[in-house]
């Protein structure tokens, strides 16, 4: 199961990037290269991965509730988690401000998440009308979902930016 040590690593991460930033601001050395070194893009997702944890933990806990009624629910998050996964590692490959090119690789991702959300919320919608207590362990994950894909669209928005910038 999904625990709180996530945010403990990523305040780990955190922690790291704060550290080496500030060990390149004071390193006499940086007055002698031509380009300063920018830890935006590091804080950025360090910040990005701090905000997953939560929905990514309640998604845990939510699908060890998932019961046989609720087998089409899980499938639905397993579409979402599968795509939110593959945008992960894309930010997990970006490494310089070149890499914020694959911010596109990012947005399919993301674009197909949202559309298995959608499709989780129809789903959640009919079993609303069906009757009480069938629903809400599919409403829960289909929140939980939303608000993981809503953080890795901010994540993605956040160093969108920096591509602006850097440019």
Do not use: K
């Given at each position: 199961m999904f625990?709180?040590?996530h945010?403990?690593?990523?305040?780990?991460?955190?922690s790291?990037?704060?550290y080496?930033?500030e060990?390149a601001r004071w390193?006499?050395?940086?007055?002698?290269?031509r380009?300063?070194?920018?830890?935006?893009?590091?804080?950025?997702?360090?910040h990005?991965?701090r905000?997953l944890?939560d929905?990514?933990r309640?998604t845990?806990?939510n699908?060890?509730?998932?019961?046989n009624?609720e087998?089409?629910?899980?499938?639905?998050a397993?579409?979402?988690?599968?795509?939110v996964?593959?945008a992960?590692?894309?930010?997990?490959?970006l490494?310089?401000p070149a890499?914020l090119?694959?911010?596109?690789?990012?947005?399919a991702?993301l674009?197909?998440a949202a559309?298995e959300?959608?499709r989780l919320?129809?789903?959640?919608?009919?079993?609303r009308r069906?009757g009480?207590?069938?629903w809400?362990?599919?409403?829960?994950?289909?929140?939980?979902l939303?608000?993981?894909?809503?953080?890795?669209?901010r994540?993605?928005d956040e160093?969108?930016?920096?591509r602006g910038?850097s440019?």
């Amino acid at each position: 199961m999904f625990d709180r040590g996530h945010q403990h690593r990523a305040d780990q991460v955190r922690s790291s990037v704060e550290y080496a930033a500030e060990s390149a601001r004071w390193n006499p050395r940086r007055w002698l290269a031509r380009r300063g070194c920018d830890f935006a893009g590091h804080r950025v997702l360090a910040h990005g991965l701090r905000r997953l944890g939560d929905p990514l933990r309640t998604t845990a806990g939510n699908l060890s509730y998932v019961d046989n009624e609720e087998r089409s629910a899980a499938r639905g998050a397993a579409g979402v988690l599968a795509e939110v996964s593959g945008a992960a590692e894309v930010f997990g490959r970006l490494h310089s401000p070149a890499d914020l090119d694959r911010l596109d690789e990012v947005t399919a991702h993301l674009d197909s998440a949202a559309e298995e959300c959608r499709r989780l919320g129809e789903q959640v919608a009919e079993r609303r009308r069906a009757g009480p207590g069938e629903w809400l362990t599919a409403e829960a994950l289909h929140i939980d979902l939303r608000r993981m894909v809503h953080e890795c669209a901010r994540t993605r928005d956040e160093l969108a930016e920096l591509r602006g910038v850097s440019r």
